[in-house]
């Protein structure tokens, strides 16, 4: 990751994060991890290989190995352990599709200045719709879930004889099979937006969450739901809701929620005190997106707390995270 303690340097900030960008992005879609990590380790084998330009790959593969994902010596390129671990199809901890997600995310910051004037969002959903883009959001978001799942799972409180949950915006449905597995007695159900239930479906069945979740479409802010839970998860959702339509969110929640039962929200916490350059950097983007942001750990409290809901917590992730897990209860 960037330094979050970036000093200022206004010759190389508008120009070499960017390119940073462009080049993992780049090394990813081109092929080129996966060429080093198949025995190809000199940089004109590996354009050979991908059939590309062998002096663009050259000057690709040295940002790379300045950024910490190759590694050279005597001209000979191999992966680091962070490029292995996670920008390969079979790395252990696979980042891959979150880079090629990032692709899309660079197209709408072309957008940034558009949206300051307080007109239109950039719409994400139409730069997603062109090819494979819903499924490699999907796909993203299942590999940034993989690694948190179990823990979210073993922190969420959920009272004895719960039978149903909803996971609200669930998508690939990691998080709850991992409820689920961890309460076998409760059904899930996932709440999707029409146009992303198809795709939702499908990686559910590619990754071996269906048998555990079912997917059922609408949209929260215009739905009224229909069954009442024992649990209502939502995560990375409400950065994407603007405060005062996630005050009805959280009450038609609340309406729905059995006494006793679970609200649980999982999200990037607004840094409290100064700005923190990771949650500022995904709040502007979920501002530009959304007209949202990330909240505070306060904020989300009150508006839990207007909502009816009590018992508030907020628990922290073992490792560094932007993220935090709040609980609330229905009396
Ligand atoms: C950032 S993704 C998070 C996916 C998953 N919850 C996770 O954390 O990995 C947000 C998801 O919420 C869904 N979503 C967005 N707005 C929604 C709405 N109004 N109602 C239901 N789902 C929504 C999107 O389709 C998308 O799958």
Known sequence: MTNPKMEANTLLD????????WALVSGVSTGLFEAVANGKHRSDDIAKHLDLDSDGI??????????????SR????????????????NSSHKLKNWVRFCRIQLQALEQLESTLTGGNCVDLQALMEKP????????????TAAPAADWIAENIPVQKGSRLMLDIGGSHGIYSSAISRMN????????????????ARNVARDLGTDDLVTHIE???LKTELRNDYDLVFMSNLIHHIPEELLIRVIRQ?????????????????EAEGEPELVSSAFSLFFYMTSKA??????EIEQLLSDAGFAHFSAIRPPAPSPHALYIARRP
Not at 14 to 21: E, H, I, L, T
Not at 58 to 71: A, N, P, Q, W
Not at 75 to 89: A, Q
């Open 14 to 21: 508008p120009f070499v994060p960017a390119m940073a960008a």
């Open 58 to 71: 050259k000057r690709l593969l040295d940002i790379l190995s300045c950024l910490g994902y190759i590694k």
């Open 74 to 89: 005597d001209g000979d390129y191999d992966l680091t352990e962070v490029s292995r671990n996670t920008l390969l199809e």
């Open 132 to 143: 494979d883009g819903l499924y490699i959001h999907q796909l993203a978001m299942a590999e």
């Open 184 to 199: 076998p007695q409760m059904r899930a159900e996932v709440l999707e937006l029409p146009n992303v239930i198809e795709t």
């Open 218 to 220: 609408g949209d929260i």
């Open 253 to 269: 929640i609340y309406n729905h929620i059995n006494p006793g039962g679970t609200i649980a929200i999982w999200d990037f916490s």
């Open 293 to 298: 942001r990330c909240y505070s750990l306060e």
